[in-house]
């Protein structure tokens, strides 16, 4: 059975992935002791696939659960990027949860459509959080590019959907497999 409540180290202290998953957590009924630690994700700082930004979810889990004694399970938590077939680029996060029975699970957000702007950043090779803020600012009298501008700069509902997706398949597989 999957223990509650879980001792989670968490491969992550930035404090808006944390926010999102304890308030993930907090929706779903579930209690976690979190144990955030600084780890790498081994892969690049902006992933620009979603093979890359799920390696990078499940090495943050790795890491973060072979530092944290204590923690029975591990999530990692990555943003990451991709292009399609056209050579448009998506935001898109993943979600990985690892623990120390070897069960693994990963899940991964809805990708978004990243707007033209981004993409030239992108394409251009330039690290797209540096230009963010500057997006946002030329957003200001348009209400849905403000929108747009703000799920961009804080990943919200990437990191939430994939964390989500990771944690009811976590709870999911203990019903089906833990005797």
Known sequence: MIEHPLHMAVGTISSKK????????????LEAELYPVNVNSGVSEQPLSSAETKKGSLLRARHALQVVN???CAIGIEIGYERDEQGRYHILGWATIIDRKDRQVAAQSQPFLLPRYHHQILTKGLPLGEFVDDYVRQSM??????YMAAIIRDRRPFIKQAIEAALLQYVNYGQFFDK
């Open 70 to 72: 204590r923690a029975s």
């Open 18 to 29: 944390l926010e999102y998953l304890n308030l993930t957590l907090g929706h779903l009924g």
């Open 141 to 146: 009298p348009h209400t849905q590019q403000q």
